[in-house]
Every structure is written in C-alpha cells, then in structure tokens.
T-cell receptor, first 117, second 111 residues
Framework: GAVVSQHPSRVICKSGTSVKIECRSL??????MFWYRQFPKKSLMLMAT?????????EQGVEKDKFLINHASLTLSTLTVTSAHPEDSSFYIC?????????????FGPGTRLTVT | TQLLEQSPQFLSIQEGENLTVYCNSS?????LQWYRQEPGEGPVLLVT?????EVKKLKRLTFQFGDARKDSSLHITAAQPGDTGLYLC???????????FGEGTQLTVNP
C-alpha cells in the first residue's frame, strides 16, 4: 500500500526560531500533498494544499508567510514554521494522493509533534 | 463550504457491544472515506465508498454509503479493546480534491 513518511516525528524548538517538517511519499509519486494541523482529541484541520512545481493553496485564515510550503519534487513536500511561537505547538500531519490509485484516497504520514517553548 | 457532521463525538462501551457512528451532510460527495487514528499517529484508511447505497465489510466493521451520497455509517459488531481510537469520516467532492473531515468519534472499548 501507499506509504507516507514524515520527519521529524517530534521536535522542540525555542520561540522565534524556524522549524522544517518533511513529508515524503515512499512508493508512489504524489503531484498533490496536503498539510493538516490537529489539536488534542479533535479532527484534522486542512492548512494548505501543496502542488508539485507550483505555489501552495492555503486555507482561509492560514498565514502563508508563516507556514511556508515547498513541493519541489513528486515525492517531497516541506512545511516550514517560521518564527515559531508557543501557540504554533500542535500535531502536524501531511497526506499524499496517489493519482494512479483511483484518486479518492489520501494516505497520511505518522505526524510531527511540534512543541515551541 | 461542505460540512460533515459526525456523531456521536464520544462513545465509551463495553467489550462485546455493538455500535454505529454516523456521518451526515446536506451536500453530495463523490466519495466517502473512513479513517481510524491512534494517539500520536496519523490516520489510517479503513475504506472508501463511492457508489450510493454501497455497503462494504471489513471483518467486524460494516460501512454504508447513503443512496443520495450525503451520509455514511460505520457499524462495529462485538467491539474489542483494540478498536479503541478516533474514527474520522471524510468526504471528497471529486477525485483528487481536498477532503472534508467530520469532527471525529472518540471510541473507547473497555475490557
């Protein structure tokens, strides 16, 4: 089945610094990846849609200058949280769609726990 | 904006009991996915339904897509502690489009 990895799984950073999270599709090429944020015991909140070779599409209320997304290849998308603050602490999850497998499903990475101190 | 209402939000039952989780919308979806998520991990895809009235079974789990493709249900028979987790429904407008997620159902199955 389709496998998506994320790195790192956990990261602790100081307020004001930037953190980069990587999302990779391991056994398929993903033209589209998605970035979500999840609060404890809550559902997923879509932050942005990452398209290979073009600019990401951000959801309303998500600051594109704060959450930088780069989708430079068909297997890698990165999310950089710039000038992180404690309120950015959350569980960040990416997903990828395999365009040759029906196209409906999204396969999720294991998530990255970000803690900003 | 399409919305998916998922109920119940929380469910705590004893091992061996049956349960049903509902996912409802006023909008039509081309597909409906169900995911299960454990703490600290990403959601894992359980099933995708795309045809109105479709029923899929996965061992003790039965998934149904409404005839009008506006609602779906997940039924678990003889629940086990290993079924504990957050269950999420997600609807897609078209193939490849973004998913709209329900609020999730936190299921706890007590031994």
């Amino acid at each position: 089945g389709a496998v998506v990895s994320q790195h790192p799984s956990r990261v602790i950073c100081k307020s004001g610094t930037s953190v980069k999270i990587e999302c990779r599709s391991l056994d398929f090429q993903a033209t589209t990846m998605f970035w979500y944020r999840q609060f404890p015991k809550k559902s997923l909140m879509l932050m942005a849609t990452s398209n290979e070779g073009s600019k990401a599409t951000y959801e309303q209320g998500v600051e594109k200058d704060k959450f930088l997304i780069n989708h430079a290849s068909l297997t890698l998308s990165t999310l950089t949280v710039t000038s992180a603050h404690p309120e950015d602490s959350s569980f960040y999850i990416c997903s990828a769609r395999d365009p040759f497998a029906g196209g409906y499903e999204q396969y999720f990475g294991p998530g990255t726990r970000l803690t900003v101190t | 904006t399409q919305l998916l209402e998922q109920s119940p939000q929380f469910l705590s039952i004893q091992e061996g009991e049956n349960l049903t989780v509902y996912c409802n919308s006023s909008s039509v979806f081309s597909s409906l996915q169900w995911y299960r998520q454990e703490p600290g991990e990403g959601p894992v895809l359980l099933v995708t339904v795309v045809t109105g009235g479709e029923v899929k079974k996965l061992k003790r789990l039965t998934f149904q897509f409404g005839d009008a493709r506006k609602d779906s249900s997940l039924h678990i028979t003889a629940a086990q502690p290993g079924d504990t987790g957050l269950y999420l429904c997600a609807g897609g407008e078209t193939s490849g489009s973004r998913l709209t997620f329900g609020e999730g159902t936190q299921l706890t199955v007590n031994p």
